[in-house]
């Protein structure tokens, strides 16, 4: 065991798969662990690079193999699938994460913080809460509609007819259909106050570091996605470019180009989904408010002119995803552009 210098691990709820090889690529060792045994098999070994497929549970244990000693490198699921030689199962998947940790040109995941973890889970509750919320509501609407209520699209709506199912005076709802929607009109209820702590929390997040102070400085850019950059992106050195995260985000033109040909199509919508979507929000907010006001840059009044609007506010929300890595790279403030002859 002494020999090992890179292991490949797959990791699980219960079985974990160990694929390790010592300088020269031999295999030394082919080993299945339970997850009781795992952290006693790594005390044991000498410090080695370790790769693990980056999913939920990846960086618990990259925190607890690197606390004994271990390099940890996570690797996207995508990157590693191409190394698996034939078939699927745990021992292939160990051997191909064994084999494409040692690329020199491979991309790594950085490792989170358990504070970072905690803050992307107010993201994921939030928008749990928030589907909730639209479930309860439109299951409000459809029960009542039943017996020919309706009411508004919107919240103001929702409260006409919250107003009638509280209202046991109404005739028009019989009285076993109003236990029913009682029980629904409490829920939603619920679920809306805990929306406003959960919405309180990530405004409190994101002022609470010098860095989330700084992305809010950005025009569209909200305590809500100043939160999430600062908690998914661990270490921003690790894009070369703004160009980069970007990409990574998925705000990039898909490529499908040979020959020397260049072919670009719609944006790649890889990456990260749900910081593309709040980037995508937050520059039509921007272009909206240009629309109305006008802005000081030209080159997006010359594109709102030549594209539509959710077309300009992907390639802003582009613009936005660079402005926002040299803020965090460079640790400056944001600075309005000045540009002389262009009305506000």
């Known amino acids: 065991m002494m020999r090992v210098t890179t292991i490949g691990l797959d990791i699980a709820k219960t079985v974990f798969q160990v694929h390790g090889v010592d300088a020269g690529?031999?295999?030394?060792?082919?080993?299945?662990?339970?997850?009781?045994?795992?952290?006693?098999?790594?005390?044991?070994?000498?410090?080695?690079?370790?790769?693990?497929?980056?999913?939920?549970?990846?960086?618990?244990?990259?925190?607890?193999?690197?606390?004994?000693?271990?390099?940890?490198?996570?690797?996207?699921?995508?990157?590693?699938?191409?190394?698996?030689?034939?078939?699927?199962?745990?021992?292939?998947?160990?051997?191909?994460?064994?084999?494409?940790?040692?690329?020199?040109?491979?991309?790594?995941?950085?490792?989170?913080?358990?504070?970072?973890?905690?803050?992307?889970?107010?993201?994921?509750?939030?928008?749990?809460?928030?589907?909730?919320?639209?479930?309860?509501?439109?299951?409000?609407?459809?029960?009542?509609?039943?017996?020919?209520?309706?009411?508004?699209?919107?919240?103001?709506?929702?409260?006409q007819l919250l107003a009638i199912v509280a209202d046991e005076k109404d005739t028009r709802v019989p009285a076993g259909a109003r236990v029913c929607l009682t029980m629904l009109a409490a829920?939603?209820?619920?679920?809306?106050?805990?929306?406003?702590?959960?919405?309180?929390?990530?405004?409190?997040?994101?002022?609470?570091?010098?860095?989330?102070?700084?992305?809010?400085?950005?025009?569209?850019?909200?305590?809500?996605?100043?939160?999430a950059f600062t908690a998914t992106i661990a270490d921003p050195a690790s894009f070369k470019t703004g160009r980069d995260l970007a990409a990574w985000i998925g705000l990039v033109p898909k490529q499908n180009s040979s020959g020397g040909k260049e072919r670009l199509g719609s944006i790649t919508k890889a990456g990260n989904r749900y910081l593309r979507q709040m980037l995508v929000v937050g520059a039509m907010a921007v272009i909206r408010y240009a629309a109305r006001h006008g802005t000081r840059r030209p080159w997006l009044l010359q594109l709102m002119q030549r594209r539509p609007a959710k077309v300009a506010a992907v390639a802003l929300a582009n613009k936005m995803a660079r402005i926002i890595w040299a803020l965090m790279t460079s640790g400056e403030r944001y600075r309005e552009p000045t540009v002389a002859g262009v009305a506000a």
Not at 107 to 133: A, D, G, I, Y
Not at 197 to 221: F, H, I, K, Q, Y
Request: proline share 5%; hydrophobic share 40%.
């Open 25 to 159: 690529g031999e295999v030394v060792i082919r080993q299945r662990l339970a997850r009781r045994r795992v952290l006693a098999f790594f005390e044991k070994l000498a410090p080695c690079l370790v790769g693990i497929e980056a999913c939920s549970t990846s960086h618990y244990w990259a925190r607890e193999l690197i606390a004994r000693g271990h390099g940890v490198r996570l690797l996207p699921a995508q990157y590693v699938k191409p190394y698996v030689k034939r078939g699927k199962n745990d021992a292939a998947d160990a051997e191909a994460i064994c084999e494409a940790v040692t690329r020199p040109t491979m991309r790594f995941v950085p490792v989170k913080t358990p504070e970072q973890q905690s803050v992307m889970m107010l993201h994921r509750v939030r928008l749990m809460l928030n589907r909730q919320r639209t479930q309860l509501s439109n299951s409000i609407r459809a029960h009542l509609s039943e017996f020919g209520i309706v009411a508004p699209i919107g919240r103001g709506g929702i409260d």
């Open 187 to 227: 829920q939603l209820a619920v679920v809306k106050d805990q929306i406003l702590e959960n919405d309180r929390r990530v405004r409190a997040s994101a002022r609470e570091t010098d860095l989330g102070r700084r992305l809010m400085e950005v025009p569209g850019v909200g305590p809500l996605l100043a939160s």
